[in-house]
């Protein structure tokens, strides 16, 4: 049997694959200097036991939102105020009983403890907030919470029951449209400020790369022209600074299987299917059991073809499905696996579920299909979405 040291490489191209991980946070972010100084001027007023007003951010994944408001955080709490900031991923917190409690965890250490109601945590907010606390609220990905509209309701509740803090909320989302399911009340109360973060350019990713080379590689192991590539490829694709990063991480881990010395183009180019399909595994992984089988039915379909190849009006070579027939395929699949099929209601809210994770996208259908229904496509590659959900569903 082989020992650790036996398994260890002998050589290493990597200082420290860490810094290469999208989660790393520098000292300096570059290219969104201005957009964090404009959150700092926004949070500001807490910090003068004012209340900020909310902030949503927009952007696609990987432009450095997250990170941007992280900087901001890791420079708020090293204040003396009494303001803090509370960070929450609503992919993991995503109701509003979950956040309350996760928030309240910090003040109120019974709350380790289950059975406490809505009310107490409600009450216990506003005692809280009445000391003159003020909380910034930090909802990442906020459109996964089920019952957005009542949390921003709870939450600007306190603020009129409060005499001296408050709360308020910074939201960060993947899509401009998620305001559309809120209803007027809660788009009135969050929407005091937006913020859009672009998406990178191929220059802009290429000064994002080499920032990190110097503590993540060795001393010239990445070709200038590997670096170049990723960060082109990545610009085309997507502008996606948590892509660009994994593309140049594969690279390495190739380059160095193969025992190079240097991560050339032809790495970047082996890289980047693979790390196609890591990104969407991550993702599909974490869906629920219900959710996947209905990403496997829209994949297989996809694959095989809609039934409908051409329909009045409607050219279907698109890649574009009927929901119904996709419900079909669901009941198949839950029929091999010995499941019960949710009814149409749910499966539609498992594809809202899944565009949110841009897992797919829906449309509804044109006045050249006969009834109403919508249309549903793909957003990633069919066969990497069947493999990792044969995988998880049948052990495939």
């Known amino acids: ?150 949390l921003v309701y709870t939450l600007t509740r306190v603020n009129d029951e409060t005499r001296n803090g408050g709360v308020s909320i910074i939201g960060i989302s993947n899509k401009l449209s998620f305001k559309d399911a809120l209803d007027s009340r809660s788009r009135s109360s969050l929407y005091e400020t937006e913020m859009l973060f672009p998406s990178y350019t191929s220059e802009q990713l290429q000064k994002i790369l080499m920032q990190r080379l110097p503590d993540g590689f060795v001393e010239n192991a990445v070709e200038s022209s590997a670096v170049n590539l990723a960060a082109a490829i990545t610009a085309r694709e997507s502008g996606d600074a948590r892509y660009a990063l994994k593309l140049l991480l594969k690279a390495g881990e190739i380059a160095e299987h193969d025992g190079k010395n240097k991560v050339d183009d032809g790495d970047v180019d082996a890289a980047r299917q693979k790390v196609e399909i890591d990104l969407t595994g991550e993702t599909v992984n974490t869906l629920p059991e219900m959710h996947q089988i209905v990403l496997h039915a829209i994949a297989t379909l996809t694959m095989n073809g809609s039934k409908y190849s051409r329909l009045e009006g409607m050219d279907m070579a698109d890649g574009f499905l009927l929901s119904g027939e996709a419900y079909e395929e669901y009941e198949k699949i839950c029929d091999r696996l010995k499941k019960k099929a949710r009814s149409p209601r749910w499966f539609k809210e498992y594809l809202n579920d899944l565009e949110m994770l841009g897992l797919i996208t829906t449309t509804p259908s044109s006045k050249g299909i ?19 959900t044969k995988k998880n569903l049948f052990g495939e």
Do not use: W
Not at 66 to 88: G, I, N, P, Q, W
Not at 374 to 382: A, M, N, S, V
């Open 1 to 150: 049997m082989s020992s650790f040291d036996e398994l260890l490489p002998k050589h290493t191209i990597f200082k420290n694959t860490s810094i290469l991980s999208p989660h790393y946070i520098p000292k300096t972010l570059p290219f969104r200097e201005e957009q964090i100084e404009e959150i700092k001027k926004l949070l500001s007023p807490a910090l003068r036991d004012q209340k900020p007003k909310n902030l949503i951010i927009y952007g696609k994944t990987g432009t450095g939102k997250t990170c941007s408001v992280r900087k901001v955080m890791e420079e708020f709490e090293r204040t003396e105020k009494d303001a803090k900031m509370h960070y929450l991923n609503c992919r993991i917190y995503n109701s509003r009983y979950r956040i309350l409690q996760r928030i309240l965890k910090g003040y109120v250490p019974e709350l380790e403890k289950a059975g406490f109601g809505l009310p107490y945590l409600y009450e216990k907010l506003i005692e809280i907030t009445n000391k003159g606390h003020q909380m910034v609220v930090v909802l990442d990905e906020i459109d996964m919470i089920k019952d957005l509209d009542e």
């Open 370 to 388: 006969r009834g109403h229904t919508t249309l549903i496509r793909l957003g990633q590659k069919p066969e990497d979405v069947c493999l990792i």
